[in-house]
């Protein structure tokens, strides 16, 4: 377990910037219906956890 989490800590730090860049990022033609799909799941699993 310790080296996972050792891994997972490591993978955030290298992917910081880039994962930041990525989020600020407008969507690419043709995937707004994607992306807004995929928030509607992320928001209706929230709901579902709470």
């Known amino acids: 377990m310790r080296i996972a989490e050792e891994i997972r800590a490591y993978s955030e730090e290298q992917n910081r910037d880039r994962l930041a ?3 600020t990022s407008p969507p690419r033609p043709g995937y707004e ?3 807004v799909k995929l928030i509607e799941r992320k928001t209706k699993g929230q ?3 709470k």
């Open 47 to 49: 709901v579902r956890k």
């Open 21 to 23: 860049k990525i989020a």
């Open 33 to 35: 219906a994607v992306r």
